[in-house]
């Protein structure tokens, strides 16, 4: 038989100025299994506490319904207050008499009756409630980073330096992302190489940091604390383990003309090749596409030069397993493809360029050394065009609808740096408008115009036409002056918008992670979680999450760290017991279930049953893991026969309410 | 449809609310002291993914005379995904109510978010009053359960 | 194309490709042809049937017989394939167990429609260019061919074997049957008069379940309706509202997976058109979220446990004129 305490709460006079409380806690005191019914001032305070607690006691009661404010407000209160009764804290209901009835409604009498129903209904499901324990799940203390660029390096860094272990997957042959080819940086300019370099080294010299370079996730199975993931470590066709990055092998490939990627296509490299100087590892990775040996069987004179005889031309993928508790994505971004903007010539013209293409002119690794020279000719460029918001703040197809946040400093930047080194060259900006929101990001900006004479022109460009005499026609709108211009200039740099990699939407796949139109991730609350996905121990790091600079991209990643950290110091992590469990004798084992579950929390076994007429049959059977399901209950109604229900929120506790508001 | 407007009927109306927005936002339409009619009495769900057509069919089985079921927007689910397979599950119940002479006007679905406390009580006051027009639910009763 | 059927089940029960057959088999009357299951030539010489009356899907029975020892020839209609698909996409069928051999589908015909010209007593039929000579015990009768056909073959969406180890006869196509055309005039109905329409049909309803017996999606391990913790248990359908939720959740529970094979409306000994409902879900979900026939394959996603971020709204319902 069912024990059921009412607790009444006054809340002062905010329930007990609409709600006549004697009269709830009278006419609960007659439902059915209430053993004792109260009102009290403050249920929340301590001595209001006590009166539960020590009803529990005196009543041996077996369910509490307490009538005051939102359970969002004290649910816990009263459930911390049962368990150190000796009453599970799951026993607990609030009827919310507050918040949705004294609050709202002004006549006594019908918000009396309301409270009334209110308290019915907690009754009718507190009949109900069994006693839930919240389960345990040990945590595996190691870490997966996805994308080696600053971001991944930052988090990897904080983490590793906690003591913990932490794996880096990078998909280049070396880590390093899009801030290494990049020139200098904003608003500092200071060379980007020479503070992230230093970075790279530690993160590679590291004892806790393994570097998977050359290498992708090709699978996710687990949940919070205990991740298994296969990563495919792609064939280099060079062992990692004796190639001493010495370069011979580069100098001598008679292969020289494969694109080089790391400068964006401005120049050539061999194919087999170090992407640059400092990469981390300093490895050697044979191009397939390109290689003579691989491509047709002759050659070889790599591995005839490798002094330590690190060519493999017979290495293949591998694949390889680990235990991870925590994962941290990455992944960075990519500028847009400018394919579908006939009117910038970006295809036509090879003096119009990307800024990321301006930054390996511009720098001294870049193709020419650091000297600003026009790819067509390789003369100076004195007249120089900047165009703004290439697909950036787009509501056409082409490009995003979203503001890629770093165009406008980069911008600043370069033209600063041009006129820096080349006073003679003239700069024009066209820009929507300038956004510098940012610590010292607007004197910078200012700096550019005022001190540097950058012309900024409110304004859009409309075409780009490449002349026969080398010019270029740049024909703009000046919106200000309200008139048209037209600019024959030396160099066009388009400030492409960025976009996620494309790797990030089949990983968000694997992780049961969510991502946004614009396949960025979702954080799991956008103001108070914005470094954690709505998935338990994934976190999120850097531009994978919206666009970013290095100054944000590293403060995330430092908080992404800090929340891997939070996870990984602990042996085993509280589960929400409010989950789903599956009837295994009325279950179907048709997947309808799983397919619905935004966690991956469902998994089918094959089990053998006593049938009635005492044969054994195997069917396959639902199964639930309490420590990756959240509780959203889509299962339950997925679930065609009703074996799925869910803790707490059990078909019929909820038919229950449903009555008894009904009555 | 009923020509008169019922002006003295009180009809009773089941809200299933979504712990993480809606519920939230029907608390803050109570800190802001928004009123709505005690006709409305929410049931809290986790997610309402969580609501199953049998609820909804129970609720009106026992003598509610509407049912409304909010969650957060598409998009900001707290479990992500939950609240899309909601919208077609509704959408495919609401319609089949329909097809059946159900009044289309005593199911709906509403996106109310933990900051909407002002849209929650605006679409309890706009739902019970249609309700209130519609007159009693007769088509999907059970006459077992009415009241005596 | 009965004897072609036989002599192939014969000879893959002889060469042990097969252990058992499912086919059918004649009931208490001519017109009453139920699915059997057969282990030796010798039953099948004796009792397989199959003619114009054999309309049962055998599909649902693999769910048990498919889990059996040694392997199952199974006789599967354009249909019954479908419903197939569907259950092994369900994993509630063992596709290894079963040896498919496709054969023609329908019209078959509907003894109802027979009965209701005034003709008793049938011993047997046959069709002689589409006029149907039906054998009686006080003579023989006529009736146009396509009079006596079942509703579910007037409609008929598709003649195409969806799975199949083997054929019999030639494959057919998916057929454009204008099967919509009743839930489309229901639709156009004021909401009173479809209230009316569905009163009139479902206070019919004496909760024998034979539509939820037949039904091939309705295979769960336990129903709902035989629950009693489930709050919507089987009720003698003392009130309006008993039938409503029953017939509204079964159709919803088979929503998107329901293959609209027919078989509901084919058994209901009241004549309830139960396949409507089951059609305007398909309808629904086919305008909705775009084209899906249930059992068509055996790995897309069923439409209610997908979703798209830009799916209509439920007001869509309200958006579809006045009521």
């Known amino acids: ?663 | 449809m009923q020509v008169n407007d019922n002006k003295d009927f009180q009809p009773l109306i089941v809200a299933f609310c979504c712990n993480w927005c809606s519920y939230a936002g029907a608390d803050l339409s109570g800190t802001n002291r928004l009123n709505y009619p005690t006709n409305v009495k929410i049931i809290r769900v986790p997610c309402s993914c969580r609501v199953n057509p049998m609820f909804i069919l129970r609720a009106f089985q026992r003598g509610a005379d509407g049912v409304i079921l909010c969650g957060c927007h598409p998009g900001d689910c707290h479990y992500t995904s939950g609240n899309y397979f909601t919208r077609r599950r509704m959408t495919l119940l609401f319609s089949m109510l329909d097809f059946l002479g159900i009044e289309r006007d005593r199911t709906r679905v509403e996106w109310v978010s933990a900051a909407e406390g002002a849209k929650f009580a605006a679409t309890m006051n706009e739902f019970t009053e249609a309700v209130r027009k519609l007159g009693p639910n007769r088509r999907l009763e059970d006459l077992r359960c009415r009241k005596q | ?323």
Not at chain 1, 339 to 365: G, H, I, W
Not at chain 1, 476 to 485: C, V
Not at chain 1, 556 to 571: D, E, F, M, P, R
Not at chain 3, 16 to 31: H, L, N, Q
């Open chain 1, 1 to 663: 038989m069912k024990r059921i305490g009412v607790f009444v709460c006054h809340c002062g006079t905010n329930i007990a100025a609409t709600v006549d409380v004697k009269a709830v806690a009278e006419a609960l005191g007659h439902e059915p299994g209430v053993v004792i019914s109260q009102d009290y001032q403050y249920m929340c305070s301590e001595s209001g506490q006590n009166l539960v607690k020590n009803a529990i006691k005196e009543h041996n009661l077996t369910g509490v319904v307490v009538c005051s404010c939102s359970p969002r407000m004290h649910e816990n209160t009263f459930r911390k207050a049962a368990a150190s009764a000796g009453l599970n804290p799951y026993l607990v209901e609030i009827a919310n008499i507050r918040e949705q009835c004294s609050w709202i409604h002004k006549d006594i009498a019908s918000a009396t009756e309301k409270a009334i129903i209110l308290g019915k209904a907690a009754v009718a499901k507190v009949h109900l409630n069994s006693p839930l324990t919240a389960g345990e799940s040990p945590v595996v203390k190691r870490a997966l980073v996805i994308g080696g660029g600053i971001a991944g390096i930052q988090t990897a860094l904080d983490i590793a330096e906690a003591g913990f272990d932490v794996d880096i997957v990078e998909k280049n042959p070396t880590i390093g992302g899009k801030m290494a080819q990049i020139d200098k940086t904003f608003p500092t300019l200071d060379c980007a190489a020479c503070i992230l370099t230093p970075k790279m080294v530690e993160a590679s010299q590291n004892e806790h940091i393994t570097i998977h370079s050359f290498s992708e996730v090709a699978d996710v199975k687990g949940f919070v604390g205990n991740f298994t993931v296969k990563i495919k470590k792609k064939a280099r066709f060079v062992d990692e383990t004796k190639c001493t990055g010495c370069g011979l092998c580069t100098e001598k490939c008679p292969m020289k003309k494969v694109p080089n990627e790391f400068n964006m296509g401005l120049d050539n490299r061999t194919a087999i090749y170090i992407p640059f100087a400092q990469a981390v590892p300093k490895v050697a990775t044979i191009d397939p596409n390109y290689c003579m040996m691989l491509q047709k069987g002759k050659c070889g004179i790599c591995s005839s030069v490798c002094s330590v005889g690190a060519i493999d031309y017979k290495q293949e993928d591998k694949i390889i397993e680990q235990q991870y508790g925590a994962i941290i994505v990455a992944t960075g971004f990519n500028p847009i493809k400018l394919d579908k903007y006939d009117e910038f010539a970006y295809n036509q013209c090879p003096d119009v360029v990307t800024s990321l293409e301006l930054e390996r002119l511009m720098n001294a690794a870049g193709p020419n050394g650091g000297t600003l020279l026009r790819p067509s000719d390789k003369t100076h460029p004195h007249k120089i065009v900047f165009v703004q918001c290439v697909g950036s703040r787009c509501d056409d197809s082409k490009g995003k609808p979203y503001c890629s946040k770093i165009c406008c400093m980069y911008t600043a930047k370069h033209a600063m740096l041009i006129r820096e080194k080349y006073p003679d060259t003239d700069v024009y900006v066209f820009y929507i408008d300038v956004r510098t929101p940012g610590k010292n990001f607007d004197e910078f900006y200012r700096r550019a115009v005022e001190q540097y004479n950058v012309h900024y022109i409110k304004g859009m460009v409309g075409k780009v036409t490449p002349r026969s005499d080398g010019k270029i026609d740049v024909q703009a709108s000046d919106l200000l002056a309200n008139e048209q211009l037209h600019i024959d200039a030396d160099m066009v740099v388009l400030a492409a918008a960025i976009e996620p990699d494309k790797t990030a939407r089949p990983l968000a796949t694997m992780l049961t992670t969510q991502m946004d139109t614009n396949d960025f991730f979702t954080e799991a609350h956008p103001k108070l979680r914005p470094v954690e996905s709505a998935t338990a121990g994934i976190f999120l790091s850097g531009a994978c999450q919206g666009p970013k600079d290095i100054p944000e991209t590293v403060a995330q990643a430092s908080a992404a760290a800090a929340k891997a950290i939070g996870l990984l110091v602990k042996n085993s992590i509280t589960c929400n017991p409010c989950v789903a469990h599956s009837d295994e004798l009325m279950c179907n084992g048709c997947s309808s279930c799983e397919k619905v579950c935004p966690y991956g929390a469902i998994t089918y076994i094959d089990k053998e049953f006593r049938m009635p007429d005492r044969t054994t049959a195997i069917r396959r059977v639902a199964s639930v893991n309490p420590a990756v399901c959240q509780g959203c209950g889509a299962c339950t109604v997925a679930c065609p026969s009703g074996a799925m229900d869910l803790n707490g929120f059990s078909n019929s506790q909820i038919m229950s309410e449903v009555d008894a508001i009904c009555k």
């Open chain 3, 1 to 323: 194309m009965q004897e072609a059927m036989i002599n192939k089940a014969k000879q893959l029960l002889a060469d042990g490709t097969v252990d058992r057959v499912i086919g059918w088999k004649r009931g208490e009357f001519a017109y009453d042809i139920t699915p059997a299951v057969f282990e030796t030539a010798e039953e099948l010489e004796k009792e397989f049937v199959f003619d114009d009356f054999t309309a049962a899907n055998v599909s649902k029975y693999l769910v048990k017989e498919s889990k059996k020892e040694g392997k199952i020839l199974a006789f599967l209609k354009p249909c019954d394939t479908y419903s197939f698909n569907q259950l092994t996409k369900e994993h509630r069928v063992v596709r290894e167990n079963v040896y498919i051999v496709g054969i023609p589908g329908g019209p078959k015909l509907d003894a109802e429609k027979i009965k209701a010209k005034g003709i008793t007593g049938i011993l047997g039929v046959k069709n002689e260019n589409y006029t149907l000579k039906i054998d009686t015990v006080y003579g023989e009768e006529t009736m146009p061919f396509y009079e006596a056909i079942l509703d579910k073959c007037a409609t008929c969406k598709s003649k195409k074997h969806v799975v199949y180890d083997e054929l019999i006869g030639d494959e057919g196509e998916v057929l454009d049957s204008n099967r919509f055309d009743m839930v489309e005039k229901l639709e156009n109905m004021t909401a009173q008069e479809r209230y009316d329409f569905w009163r009139g049909e479902l206070s019919k309803c004496i909760r024998c379940n034979a539509c939820r017996n037949v039904c091939p999606a309705c295979t769960c391990e336990k129903c709902v309706f035989d629950n009693p913790n489930s709050g919507v248990e089987n009720k003698a359908p003392a009130d309006s509202f008993e039938e409503n939720m029953f017939h509204i959740i079964r159709a919803f529970h088979v929503a998107g997976r329901c293959t609209d094979c027919g078989e509901c409306s084919r058994v209901c000994p009241q004549h309830i058109p139960l396949h409507l409902l089951n059609r305007k879900f398909i309808k629904d979900i086919n305008s909705l979220y775009g084209e899906y026939q249930a059992g068509e394959d055996t790995t897309s996603r069923a439409p209610l446990n997908d979703y798209k971020q830009d799916d209509c709204e439920t007001t869509v319902v309200h958006e579809r004129g006045v009521e």
